[in-house]
């Protein structure tokens, strides 16, 4: 089903709206017109009728009368007078001898319309009086029965109304053209606005609409376009950075697994060094595998198709079971972790997603704490999830908020190694989706924390609330620990 165009439905709302306040008003004013000229003929056929009665007399000797000569003169018209027996008194001459209808005795009926003798419209007035006497006798009221012509008064009012109707229509009419004129001239701006649209696509998301040229109506509309604009611009670039750094990602350790195959074929070798390139080439798709993992973990948060479970989780046990894939790799390094979680600490949350937080975070820090350091897990303060604390070295501060971002590495010759900056972004999704907020932070002596905490409470949080595809790439000078 089609729907009206706005310039269609505002020109009909305003040709409806004066078209129902001009039939409002003509019909107030017609009516008004119409009562007033009525009311002027009942006055004057009221007068008539007073001066009809005024001629009638009572006396002694002759009993009634009515003293005129030409009572066709009077207005014209019809009239006649009744004695309280019937008997005619008199008759206008216009009757030629006929008779009106007679109206029933008692009060006066007010008036009325009546067909006229001769077939015309009419309207008729009845009077019962008591013609004046000079004498204290009691004598019988007489009535008075006076009609006139109203088709001339009647073809007035049909022309008055002709000419409000007829007036009003043209005025209808020509509102309607004027009122679509000026509509599409109002609605030029949205015509303008939706051809400059229409030249924005996918390549040209980088341009902004100008704001000034706009009516005030549509200066809102334009500033949340150039905002749409330029979120989709960002989206998209974000996009594109995320599919060259995936793409760079794979290509790395998909080469090196190629390199390897092809040195390997290249001369008999022995069981061992089979053995050695085997495991090698596992490395490489246990990496791969865990690239995949990670993303589509990320493309479930994002779009919000991870279910989240419920149960009671000791967090000082979790925290040794995650730390334990590092250990050895720690060890190597002489860096040490230190679980202070007390014992009886439970919360309440996804024992897995905790665990992937916790996984990353010990993950990172074994990778890049500085040899000889330590690590150390705490869960004291209240509203804190978990805290994962390093001898650092301290992350420069300018890179602090950048750390969360995915494939983001401070070392770019590390771009080949087993991290490919999606960790601790991993860390920030998950967090929002659990309702927490992940913050990291320089602590005195070049110390560096992680902090998970419930969300709202810090009030001005670092990292992440709710997952945002925030896939932005790149390098900097800085601690290695960024990737």
Not at 51 to 75: F, K, N, S
Request: overall charge negative; glycine content about 10%.
């Amino acid at each position: 089903m089609s729907v009206p165009s706005l310039r269609r439905r505002l020109t009909g709302g305003v040709v409806a709206l004066v078209a129902i306040g001009f039939v409002l008003a003509a019909s107030v004013l017609y009516v008004s017109v119409r009562r007033a000229a009525w009311a002027q003929f009942d006055r004057a056929q009221a007068a008539r009728a007073a001066t009809l009665a005024a001629l009638v007399e009572h006396d002694r000797d002759d009993g009634y009368e009515m003293e005129i000569a030409a009572p066709a003169g009077l207005g014209g018209g019809y009239f006649q007078v009744w004695l309280a027996d019937g008997t005619v008194l008199a008759r206008s001459e216009s009757l030629r001898g006929g008779d009106l209808p007679r109206p029933a005795m008692g009060a006066a009926p007010p008036p009325t319309d009546v067909t006229l003798p001769d077939g015309r419209p009419g309207r008729r007035r009845v009077l019962r009086f008591t013609p004046r006497h000079e004498h204290e006798d009691e004598i019988a009221p007489v009535t008075l029965v006076v009609a006139d012509d109203t088709e001339a008064l009647r073809a007035t009012l049909a022309t008055i109304a002709w000419w409000f109707w007829g007036v009003g229509a043209a005025t209808v009419l020509a509102i309607a053209i004027l009122g679509g004129w000026i509509v599409r001239r109002g609605l030029d701006s949205l015509t303008l606005l939706a051809r400059e649209l229409d030249q924005i696509d996918h390549r040209t998301l980088a341009t902004r609409l100008p704001v000034e040229p706009w009516p005030d109506e549509l200066r809102g509309t334009v500033r949340t376009l150039n905002e749409l604009l330029e979120r989709l611009d960002a989206s998209f670039e974000r996009e594109r950075r995320f599919t060259a750094d995936v793409s760079h990602e794979l290509r790395t350790p998909l080469a090196g697994l190629r390199a390897m195959l092809e040195v390997t074929r290249l001369r008999e070798r022995s069981g061992a060094e089979y053995r050695a390139t085997l495991d090698d080439a596992r490395q490489i798709v246990e990496q791969l595998g865990g690239l995949a993992e990670t993303l589509l973990t990320l493309a479930r948060l994002d779009a919000g198709a991870l279910e989240l479970g419920r149960t009671e989780v000791a967090l000082a046990a979790l925290v040794d079971e995650r730390w334990r894939p590092h250990a050895a790799r720690a060890a190597g390094r002489g860096v040490a972790l230190r679980n202070l979680v007390p014992a009886e600490a439970v919360i309440e949350t996804d024992r897995d997603k905790l665990g992937l937080i916790l996984a990353n975070l010990l993950g990172n820090a074994a990778d890049y704490t500085e040899p000889g350091g330590w690590i150390e897990v705490t869960a004291a303060e209240a509203g804190v999830v978990v805290d994962v604390t390093d001898s650092g070295p301290a992350i420069p501060e300018a890179q602090l908020e950048r750390v969360f971002e995915r494939f983001w590495r401070a070392d770019a010759a590390r771009t080949g190694g087993a991290h490919a900056g999606l960790g601790l972004s991993l860390v920030r999704s998950l967090c929002g989706h659990l309702g927490w907020e992940v913050t990291a932070a320089n602590l005195p002596g070049g110390r560096v924390r992680f902090r998970v905490v419930h969300r709202g409470f810090m009030s001005t949080p670092v990292g992440c609330g709710h997952a945002s595809p925030a896939s932005s790439s790149g390098t900097a000078d800085g601690d290695p620990r960024l990737q």
